[in-house]
């Protein structure tokens, strides 16, 4: 069942504004990862926070988690046109053995930033 | 270079068909996933071999089987296919927690 939801489903912004995107999931975790994917094009792994860290730094992204609310906040600073883009959670919730990662994905949220 | 390829990029057939999608990565990765992304977005696990030996197996048709000749390639083959099985189909690998995807392969039944 899908774990992830990711709130809005879409957000328009000018150029310079921030954006802010939330996750919420359901059952304990071991980490929860961002992806970004350009429109026809595969995820692209932005950041990963572990279930211990309640804030996480990358450029211009900035990752909280909440595991007591099960959810977590991507912000975009300074958005640039270029972030259009599709956003996505996805949480580690056990390792299924032999060294494989099962991810569960949101629906995501579309970002669009206008020039 | 791709670190992960997939081929074709598009797939348009005729219900009934079968068809095989390939999937190639260079990263040097024992993990290996296919996951099927609907008209909604929604990205969802199907397979996942590690070290050639399939771990995960979700709810698929049987209709669907991975094959892994080597842990750099993960290939998909869908028998019998149906109109239900249109979707952006994602190979990915992974190392660790981070994992890598593909460009996707556009399947289109008919």
């Known amino acids: 069942s899908q774990q992830g939801e990711e709130d809005p489903q879409a957000l328009s912004i000018q150029e310079g504004e921030n954006a802010t995107m939330n996750c919420s999931y359901k059952?304990?975790?071991?980490?929860l990862q961002w992806y970004r994917q350009n429109s026809g094009r595969g995820l692209v792994h932005l950041i990963l926070?572990?279930?211990?860290?309640r804030e996480k730094h990358s450029g211009r992204l900035r990752v909280t988690l909440d595991t007591s609310k099960k959810s977590s906040s991507l912000l975009i600073t300074a958005s640039r046109a270029a972030d259009t883009a599709s956003y996505f959670c996805a949480t580690d919730a056990r390792d299924s053995g032999a060294g494989s990662y099962q991810l569960t994905f949101g629906k995501g949220t579309k970002l669009s930033v206008i020039p | 270079d791709t670190a992960v390829s997939q081929t074709p990029k598009y797939l348009v057939t005729q219900m009934g068909n079968d068809k095989s999608i390939k999937c190639e990565q260079n990263l040097g990765h024992d993990t290996m996933y296919w996951y099927k992304q609907d008209s909604k977005k929604f990205l969802k696990i199907m397979f996942s071999y590690n070290n050639k030996e399939l771990i995960i197996n979700e709810t698929v048709p049987n209709r669907f089987s991975p094959k892994s000749p080597d842990k750099a390639h993960l290939n998909l083959h869908i028998n019998s296919l149906e109109l239900g099985d249109s979707a952006v189909y994602f190979c990915?690998?992974?190392?660790?927690?981070?994992?890598?995807f593909g460009p996707g392969t556009r399947l289109t039944v008919l």
């Open positions: 926070i572990r279930s211990n860290e």
């Open positions: 059952t304990s975790i071991n980490n």
């Open positions: 990915a690998s992974s190392t660790g927690d981070t994992q890598y």
